[in-house]
């Protein structure tokens, strides 16, 4: 697609520009598709970058090269954001994104892995990625395999109560090869997560799982950075503070925005924030 603004051929220099991107992608991703959960992206971009940036073990021309780190995004909801990682690092053309959520397209609103290069599972229905992600982890560790696991959840999703049987099952295992990643923006799709089931004390509950806990700010890519190289023999959790909606000020800290879809004036406004244009 010439001259798309989804057009980009160079790499971001450091994870804090990838961040930008992946924000500036959610926004005319959920826009061109009128799709909802531009909120739920905005809250992980800053996970997302530091992961695809940094800290996993990929190579985009090999999808499915075996000794690869695997990521599931438990919260399938937010798959924009996952897809717009993929493309700023090589899986698959930039252009690709501008067919998100419409009819004939491979992107799905709830991230899907077929016929996508880098996505290991698809998601929607909360409380499943990870589940799955012990159980890759632990047939890790049963054949002595080097490569890590990551699964990235919502807050809201631990309401569900396979996450418990999950985090139970890797705790008892040991699975040091297997890092969880919790989106804790507070605020579930119709209301604060403290209104529907209230999760505090929540790294006790964890720590009491036998799981290494660590807590940072979510925005804060150091701060991300410094979590994810704790090393541990248990498995770990991160617990990453952030904000629904961040980096667009009317669409921060609101229940509104996780189902709205950014249309007319308000979508102009939310790239002139992100420092980009319709």
């Known amino acids: 697609m010439p ?5 980009a051929p160079d790499r971001a220099a450091t994870t ?21 959960h531009v909120g739920a992206c905005l809250s992980m971009a800053d996970i997302v970058a530091v992961l695809y940036g ?12 075996a000794g690869r780190d695997r990521f599931i995004l438990s919260k399938g909801h937010a798959g924009a954001c996952v897809y717009a990682a993929l493309a700023e690092t090589g899986f698959f053309p930039l252009e690709t994104l501008a067919t998100h959520y419409q009819d004939g397209s491979i992107l799905s609103g709830h991230v899907s892995h077929k016929g996508i290069p880098g996505v290991e599972l698809s998601t929607g ?11 890759m982890a632990y047939g890790a560790k049963l054949d002595s395999l080097a490569w890590r696991t990551f699964a990235l959840l919502s807050d809201g999703e631990c309401d569900e109560g396979s996450n418990w049987e999950a985090i139970l099952f890797a705790g008892h295992h040991r699975l040091s090869n297997l890092v969880a990643v919790i989106d804790y923006n507070k605020i579930q799709s119709l209301k604060p997560v403290s209104e529907t089931l209230e999760l505090e004390p929540f790294a006790d509950k964890w720590r009491a799982f036998h799981w290494e806990v660590v807590e940072c700010d979510g925005h804060d ?20 503070h952030t904000i629904k909606g961040k980096g667009v000020s009317f669409m921060e800290n609101t229940v509104l925005w996780h189902y709205r879809t950014p249309q007319g004036e308000e979508y102009e406004a939310a790239l002139k924030e992100l420092g980009a244009h319709a």
């Not at 804090?16 to 909802?36: F, I, N, P």
Request: hydrophobic letters at 40%; charged letters at 30%.
């Open 221 to 240: 890519h150091d701060a991300l950075k410094r979590a994810f190289a704790v090393e541990s023999e248990r498995p770990k959790v991160v617990i990453a």
């Open 54 to 65: 940094e800290v996993l073990r990929l190579k985009p021309d090999e999808p499915k090269w």
């Open 3 to 7: 001259g798309s603004r989804f057009a």
């Open 16 to 36: 804090e520009e990838l961040a930008l991107r992946l924000r500036r992608h959610v926004v005319r991703m959920t826009h061109l598709g009128k799709s909802s």
């Open 125 to 135: 229905s909360l409380g499943h990625g990870l589940g799955v992600a012990a159980g």
